[in-house]
């Protein structure tokens, strides 16, 4: 996989201890990254991450990635074709927000970086 070519694990320690402490609302990656995240369990899977009405309200923008038993799960919302995913200018096409987040905060403002990104209001 890309993401063992170019790693560095110190790097990936550090973000899954610093995700473990709640010091990251959002993971913003392509399906590399995330692919690399949801093997580590470093992303949440969104059923049971959100509330009922906030899930059904996101339905149409999610994707799934294998868990590391290689179960599939929903694990991101897909934001590539907002104007806030390409106004980021990150470099690649497939721009998705996944949900690293162990506090309250960290779910509250996910919530609000989607209203943002989306264009639309979420349930609370």
Do not use: H, W
């Amino acid at each position: 996989a890309e993401y063992i070519q170019t790693s560095n694990s110190t790097d990936y320690s550090i973000l899954s201890s610093d995700c473990d402490l709640g010091s990251n609302d959002v993971i913003i990656s392509n399906s590399t990254g995330l692919r690399y995240c949801a093997s580590q369990n470093i992303i949440k899977p969104l059923k049971g991450y959100m509330s009922e009405a906030v899930y059904t309200a996101l339905e149409p923008y999610m994707v799934s990635f294998d868990d590391p038993n290689g179960t599939e799960r929903t694990y991101a919302i897909d934001i590539s074709d907002t104007q806030f995913a390409k106004d980021l200018t990150l470099g690649y096409s497939d721009v998705y927000v996944a949900f690293p987040g162990a506090t309250d905060r960290n779910y509250t403002n996910s919530l609000r970086l989607l209203e943002y990104a989306l264009g639309i209001d979420l349930p609370e």
